[in-house]
């Protein structure tokens, strides 16, 4: 063997070496990555997405659907109380109606002369009607009007006006019973005449009180229904 062919068999090892040297640095493990790296990786961020969907979003719309059913609640809780309300207003403007009806009544039995039976009759059906009518009113207008807030006032103020039309309907009765009686029975006549002519102005004196007593009402529950209706338009449906 020559020196030639010796050195080509150094250089040949050589070049083997170095190749394998390179080979096995570009095979060795990789680098590991940091644990941001590995959330920050689209496979971190597709399970995170997942779980957030699985865990915090059926709990996002539960919540979101307890506040909805709460102010719908709420809602139709001050639109049933608007509606009582309104309708107590409406029973109570039908009692306030009712007083000049009855004090129309009064003029008719006052100008009726003589008062004969069937007159006295028909008026005596008026009035019950009348009367009748107000109690119905009055048991409806009592009943709705715990819907307000001021309830205790306004049933205080309310039963001073009921009682003085209570007052107001007896004095036209018995008005309409005194006249009857003065015309058939000659001996009451002089007696009754004279009642008759001081109960009179008592009646028509009575409107005002009734019709303050009426007014101060009426002025609670129509301020009640408006505070009402402005916190109904408030509500956030």
């Known amino acids: ?68 059913w709460r102010r719908k ?40 002369t003589p008062l ?17 009518k107000r109690y119905d009113d009055v048991a409806v ?3 709705n009007l715990t819907y307000f807030r001021g309830s205790q006032t306004a049933s205080d103020k309310m039963t001073e006006y009921i009682d003085q039309s209570a007052a107001y309907f007896n004095s036209i009765t018995t008005y309409l019973e005194m006249k009857r009686k003065v015309e ?9 005449t004279t009642r008759l002519d001081n109960l009179a102005p008592q009646i028509i004196d009575g409107v005002k009180p009734l019709d303050k007593g009426y007014q101060e009402v009426l002025t609670l529950l129509l301020n009640e229904i408006h505070d009402q209706e402005t916190r109904y338009e408030k509500l956030d449906f």
Do not use: H
């Open 184 to 192: 058939v029975d000659p001996t009451a006549r002089a007696q009754g």
């Open 116 to 132: 004969g039976p069937d007159n006295y009759k028909a008026f005596q059906t008026r009035l019950r009607a009348l009367k009748t």
């Open 141 to 143: 207008v009592r009943a």
């Open 1 to 68: 063997m020559t020196e030639d062919d010796k050195k080509e068999i150094v250089e040949r090892l050589t070049l083997e070496q170095e190749l394998r040297r390179q080979m096995s640095g570009s095979s060795s493990e990789p680098k590991k990555k940091s644990p941001w790296e590995m959330l920050n990786s689209g496979f971190a961020l597709l399970i995170l997405t997942s779980i957030v969907s699985a865990v915090l979003v059926p709990q996002i719309n539960r919540t979101n659907a307890r506040e909805e």
């Open 73 to 112: 609640t709420l809602a139709e809780n001050a639109k049933y109380k608007l509606e009582m309300m309104r309708a107590c207003l409406e029973k109570y403007t039908a009692l306030g109606a009712a007083d000049p009806q009855v004090m129309a009544l009064f003029n008719d039995v006052r100008n009726e």
